[in-house]
């Protein structure tokens, strides 16, 4: 019979001693099926415990870790050289769907020259960074997705023009809603900036968002010009 512990104060050694970062993966986000088990006579090694994670509320760029350690043994010895491992998380992966082409754009300042031509709005969801939407600026303006059904979204992106960084977005909020009258902020962004021309930057929303059938993003500020531009809005959902 062999029970395990775990022991939270070990990530902190064990970062001193290997000089990384890694987070205590937090209770919240996984469960344990025991920490008592037995290893067979015959056998070298025990039933297996499980550990359910759940990704979807670990957060991008950050290394967890959980360290479990053999506790006790109730025949032979324990060697503490081998005693603890070190269950490390180091990359998230989520399948991305990419759902702005379910979405029907609408805007708050159009292009002069309409709907399709040009630098007109259909430029920000066309799926072509080098082409962009482009308009005189003025605050607030806003620009909007709306689905046939609620849908959950996972991150967003933006891809700065090809023309001055002044006329990029520089401050916004994005705002879900399913009625097109009651909106929620679920992201909120400020002094943004785009290092270089047609770059591209993804925006993932925290904690567990609502479904909502509308998207709307609600520009600021920019960098002050008196044109606001921009290649691509995309919206993401993950599965």
Known sequence: AVTFKLDPTLVATY??????AYRLLPDSVYTLSGLSSVIRAGN????????????SRM??????????????????????????????????????????AQGTLTVSNENGGGSGAGEGSPKLVDGDINTKYLYNYVSPSWFE???????????????????AATRDPKNWTLEGSNDGTNWTVIDTRVDEAFAARFQTKRYEIAGTPAAYSQYRVNVSANGGSSLFQMAEWRMIRYE
């Open 15 to 20: 970062n001193a001693q290997t000089g990384t």
């Open 145 to 163: 997705l709306k689905f046939p059904t609620a849908i959950t979204l996972g991150a967003y992106t933006f891809t700065s023009a090809n023309d």
């Open 59 to 100: 957060r991008f760029g950050v290394r967890y870790m959980l360290p479990v350690t053999l506790d006790s043994a109730s025949n032979g010895a324990i060697n503490p050289q081998m005693q603890t491992t070190y269950f490390r998380f180091d990359t998230i992966l989520r399948k991305s769907v990419d759902v702005t």
């Open 44 to 55: 070298t090694s025990s039933d297996p415990l499980l550990i359910n994670v759940a990704t």
